[in-house]
T-cell receptor, first 114, second 113 residues
Framework: EAQVTQNPRYLITVTGKKLTVTCSQN?????MSWYRQDPGLGLRQIYYSMNVEVTDKGDVPEGYKVSRKEKRNFPLILESPSPNQTSLYFC?????????????FGEGSWLTVV | GESVGLHLPTLSVQEGDNSIINCAYSNSASDYFIWYKQESGKGPQFIID?????DKRQGQRVTVLLNKTVKHLSLQIAATQPGDSAVYFCAFEGGTSYGKLTFGQGTILTVHP
């Protein structure tokens, strides 16, 4: 089954404790991206990757890092989480970029930083 | 539209009615537009897309209209059903930043049986 898998789905952590949210897709997609969703603000793009070893900042990259060492995985790293990073996070992928390609979203990861 | 705020626009319709959800965008260089549906507890689901060289595109029960002159996008849902109840987002890809996707704030659609 074609899917985008995120882990963990739910996490409560403390300020400053490094964490990684993993994202994996089994569709051999080149494009992957991370978003955060906050009430009233819709989804905002954090980082995206057009292909392996290529990553670019989205609209809200501050406080996050990503890596794309292999095509299927695109982990989101919070080196020193803060309470304002409490949010619902979505990973997404598509075959090649955005235009004309269906974007598949994961089921989301609820992150709470206390 | 895309204005930032704590309260999402809402649209309430009766089952069987047609629904129209609107979205305004500001970047005139945007050349690719998408509508997503998000149900509670789930990730966004692709509905329909349109490129900037078109002004209308139809899918199954859905139509997207693009007016580049006034930078306006709309989603029309025909014969709306209770299962259409969800939050609907427009999104667009920036003209010079391929891969960068910007979402509107969303509209809550409620369909009453």
């Amino acid at each position: 089954e074609a899917q985008v898998t995120q882990n963990p789905r739910y996490l409560i952590t403390v300020t400053g404790k490094k964490l990684t949210v993993t994202c994996s897709q089994n569709m051999n997609h080149e494009y992957m991206s991370w978003y955060r969703q906050d009430p009233g603000l819709g989804l905002r793009q954090i980082y995206y990757s057009m292909n392996v070893e290529v990553t670019d900042k989205g609209d809200v990259p501050e406080g996050y890092k990503v890596s794309r060492k292999e095509k299927r995985n695109f982990p989101l790293i919070l080196e020193s989480p803060s309470p304002n990073q409490t949010s619902l996070y979505f990973c997404a992928s598509s075959l090649e970029g955005l235009s004309g390609n269906t974007i598949y979203f994961g089921e989301g990861s609820w992150l709470t930083v206390v | 539209g895309e204005s930032v705020g704590l309260h999402l626009p809402t649209l309430s319709v009766q089952e069987g009615d047609n629904s129209i959800i609107n979205c305004a965008y500001s970047n005139s260089a945007s050349d690719y537009f998408i509508w997503y549906k998000q149900e509670s507890g789930k990730g966004p689901q692709f509905i329909i897309d349109i490129r900037s060289n078109m002004d209308k595109r139809q899918g199954q029960r859905v139509t997207v209209l693009l007016n580049k002159t006034v930078k306006h996008l709309s989603l029309q849902i025909a014969a709306t059903q209770p299962g259409d109840s969800a939050v609907y987002f427009c999104a667009f890809e920036g003209g010079t930043s391929y891969g960068k996707l910007t979402f509107g704030q969303g509209t809550i659609l409620t369909v009453h049986p």
